[in-house]
């Protein structure tokens, strides 16, 4: 039902409709926007995932939306190919140039997705929402402890950015990203959080 929603919602970037799926570091939100992507596909004849860490950098964590702004956006709104680069954590540099048509939807997925300056893009923005103790779990098991200091730096800018941007009071949907009980079919069904 969420597929059909997104695929029926009024596209606010050309013909574009824009689902941010944000939420906190470890939240859930990459194996969400995955499942919802594959949801998505089945019902609308193009569709892309994007990730926030293929634009944030190690010198921004956040100031990375004038950029995809400009490179991405813009042009999909007036129809035109997306020129951009993906950045690179391990070698801390941008890569090759690439580009993308217009899609029907797509789905940008991390941390400062559904940000407020995002809002005239987006058609949707879901919050994925995941008690504080599992995330650093989830972080601690997916990044181990080489990836300490870097989740130290992360969690102070983090807070910073939910202070100044409270995204989750915006959101169209709350997702729970841990459920007590988990779903009979998880790549199918979620929970709503509150």
Do not use: M
């Given at each position: 039902?969420?597929?059909?929603?997104?695929?029926?919602?009024?596209?606010?970037?050309?013909?574009?409709?824009?689902?941010?799926?944000?939420?906190?570091?470890?939240?859930?939100?990459?194996?969400?926007?995955?499942?919802?992507?594959?949801?998505?596909?089945?019902?609308?004849?193009?569709?892309?995932?994007?990730?926030?860490?293929?634009?944030?950098?190690?010198?921004?964590?956040?100031?990375?939306?004038?950029?995809?702004?400009?490179?991405?956006?813009?042009?999909?709104?007036?129809?035109?190919?997306?020129?951009?680069?993906?950045?690179?954590?391990?070698t801390r540099e941008f890569g090759p140039p690439e580009q993308c048509a217009p899609p029907s939807v797509l789905i940008l997925e991390g941390v400062g997705s559904g940000r407020a300056a995002a809002d005239r893009w987006l058609s949707s923005l879901i919050w994925v929402q995941t008690g504080q103790l599992t995330r650093r779990r989830r972080a601690?098991?997916?990044?181990?402890?080489?990836?300490?200091?870097?989740?130290?730096?992360?969690?102070?800018?983090?807070?910073?950015?939910?202070?100044?941007?409270?995204?989750?009071?915006?959101?169209?949907?709350?997702?729970?990203?841990?459920?007590?009980?988990?779903?009979?079919?998880?790549?199918?069904?979620?929970?709503?959080?509150?």
């Amino acid at each position: 039902w969420l597929a059909t929603i997104i695929s029926e919602s009024e596209p606010h970037c050309g013909d574009v409709r824009v689902v941010a799926v944000d939420g906190r570091g470890a939240a859930g939100k990459s194996t969400f926007a995955a499942r919802l992507h594959t949801a998505v596909s089945a019902t609308t004849p193009s569709t892309a995932l994007l990730h926030t860490d293929d634009f944030a950098s190690w010198e921004t964590f956040f100031g990375w939306w004038p950029r995809f702004e400009e490179q991405i956006l813009a042009p999909w709104a007036h129809g035109n190919l997306a020129r951009y680069q993906r950045y690179d954590w391990t070698t801390r540099e941008f890569g090759p140039p690439e580009q993308c048509a217009p899609p029907s939807v797509l789905i940008l997925e991390g941390v400062g997705s559904g940000r407020a300056a995002a809002d005239r893009w987006l058609s949707s923005l879901i919050w994925v929402q995941t008690g504080q103790l599992t995330r650093r779990r989830r972080a601690e098991v997916r990044d181990g402890e080489e990836l300490r200091e870097f989740w130290r730096l992360w969690l102070n800018e983090e807070e910073a950015h939910f202070r100044r941007d409270p995204t989750a009071a915006r959101a169209d949907l709350i997702v729970d990203g841990d459920p007590a009980v988990p779903p009979d079919d998880p790549d199918r069904d979620f929970l709503l959080g509150r």
